[in-house]
């Protein structure tokens, strides 16, 4: 039987997940990084991506990562995410109407002074579509 350590996931409103893990690949600013049991403390920022956990149990789960922060210490690793989906959860339509809305703003950039939110909201509903989508190819 694989080691565990335990994976919080927290958002401001609520926590999302609390168990026993045997491993999470994570969307690390730098690139995509993987944490298992007894892995050295570490503080990361996360970008928008996709987070894979596998559970005490073996089953795999994957969630759409809007972004955050990892904390990894004492066998314990906890997840503060801007927001969080799980794939299964996602609702394609309204994700790729939000798309197409942030990108009508980035190309309209003379009228939207947040250039940088438009940006920020395009990837955040395009990585929830691709986490989608290759939900379900698996």
């Known amino acids: 039987m694989a080691e565990v350590f335990r994976l919080k ?4 409103e609520k926590s999302v997940y609390d168990a026993d893990v045997t491993s999470i690949v994570v969307p ?9 049991a007894h892995h050295a403390p570490l503080m990361a920022a996360l970008q928008p991506g996709k987070l894979t956990v596998v559970d005490a149990q073996g089953t795999e789960s994957i969630y759409a990562l809007s972004g955050g ?12 995410a801007d927001a969080i989906e799980q794939a299964c959860d996602i609702d394609l339509a ?3 109407a ?4 942030a990108l009508k703003m980035l190309c309209s ?10 940006r920020a909201a395009f990837t955040r509903a395009t990585n929830r ?10």
């Open 98 to 101: 939000a798309r197409e809305k």
């Open 129 to 138: 579509i691709q986490v989608c989508r290759s939900q379900e190819t698996e």
């Open 69 to 80: 922060f990892l904390e990894v210490s004492g066998n314990v690793a906890t997840l503060l």
């Open 9 to 12: 996931i927290l958002t401001l």
């Open 94 to 96: 309204r994700a790729a």
């Open 28 to 36: 690390g600013v730098d690139g995509y990084f993987g944490v298992l």
């Open 109 to 118: 950039i003379q009228a939207d002074p947040d250039v940088g939110g438009a």
